[in-house]
């Protein structure tokens, strides 16, 4: 039986993204072939700079465009050619020649330098297929699914609408139809009442209104977010969504760091990433992990199945 095909993108070449992909490649040809979105000139300069060998079974995509790798820096050409490789590796499955895509870190200030429009990997796939991409962190033991992502903390508040609210639920029950889904309220005590804020009552009408229509009590809450995370908690649910991002992520990182992945959900392609950044301060030091970049491509082999 033949192993699926992973298109897989380098992320920004400037960060720890190459490293990682050369450390892990023994690995991950155990499972699948990754086919890797690079030119030769870019990863041969790489190698250089790590100290490794190049595997003789290294399958490269041709992503055009070349410049001078600078361990830690924050540059244009490395952005734009992030973003190259992304996209190349997004259409390598939209055309059914890879089973599913696995993202490196990009930098988002490079993105911003190469003027590109995206705050990342989930807003580009967003506007690229016209869907409501949402952004699902985490490993085996819990998940979080995050209603506001990139946005500034003092836009979350009003971002909270009911049909919005309502149709992420139902997209979030479509990848994920079964489970039980613990919802965070928003303010201090999920509100107390209406005394330290009313967003909670928007949560629990959109939430109330979804389980009707998917037929099952799947979404529970509004839950006071700083007890969710609790292992009383996590014995009962393990998906969450969080109204913001480090209202989810801070707790999951904190617990589950170096195994946790990202993925996206709601698209017509697979998509799963590290769910770490680019660690400027350590790149081509030899130090990179490689535990949450394995976890990604195991699971894009077992969803694409």
Request: proline letters at 4%; aromatic letters at 10%.
């Amino acid at each position: 039986m033949s192993k699926p095909k992973i298109s897989v993108s380098v992320g920004d070449l400037n960060g720890v993204g190459i490293e990682i992909i050369l450390k892990a490649h023994k690995e991950i040809s155990q499972y699948c072939t990754p086919v890797y979105c690079i030119n030769k000139y870019m990863l041969q300069q790489a190698s250089k700079l790590l100290h490794v060998e190049i595997p003789d079974d290294f399958q490269t995509s041709f992503v055009d465009g070349d410049f001078n790798i600078e361990p830690g820096k924050v540059s244009a050409k490395s952005g734009n050619y992030s973003f190259d490789s992304f996209m190349h590796a997004v259409r390598l499955c939209e055309t059914k020649e890879t089973q599913a895509v696995v993202t490196m870190p990009i930098h988002k200030e490079a993105w911003m330098m190469a003027g590109l429009e995206y705050k990342g990997h989930t807003d580009a796939l967003r506007k690229y297929f016209k869907k409501d991409a949402i952004m699902m962190l985490g490993c085996e033991e819990m998940f979080v699914a995050l209603f506001t992502e990139h946005i500034p903390l003092k836009d979350v508040a009003s971002s909270i609408e009911y049909k919005k609210l309502k149709q992420f639920f139902l997209d979030l029950h479509s990848s994920i139809p079964n489970e039980k889904i613990a919802v965070l309220g928003l303010n201090p005590h999920a509100g107390d009442n209406g005394v330290l804020g009313d967003e909670e009552l928007i949560i629990h009408k959109a939430l109330k209104s979804a389980n009707i229509q998917v037929g099952f009590e799947q979404f529970i809450g509004p839950i006071v977010p700083d007890i969710a995370f609790t292992p009383e908690f996590r014995k009962k649910f393990k998906y969450f969504v969080a109204m913001y991002h480090d209202q989810g992520l801070a707790p999951l990182k904190a617990l589950y760091f170096d195994e946790s992945i990202n993925i996206s959900l709601n698209l017509p392609i697979i998509r799963t990433s590290v769910d770490h950044g680019t660690a400027f301060d350590i790149a081509y030091k030899g130090d990179a992990k490689t535990l949450s970049y394995i976890n990604a491509v195991k699971n894009s082999i077992k969803t694409s199945h």
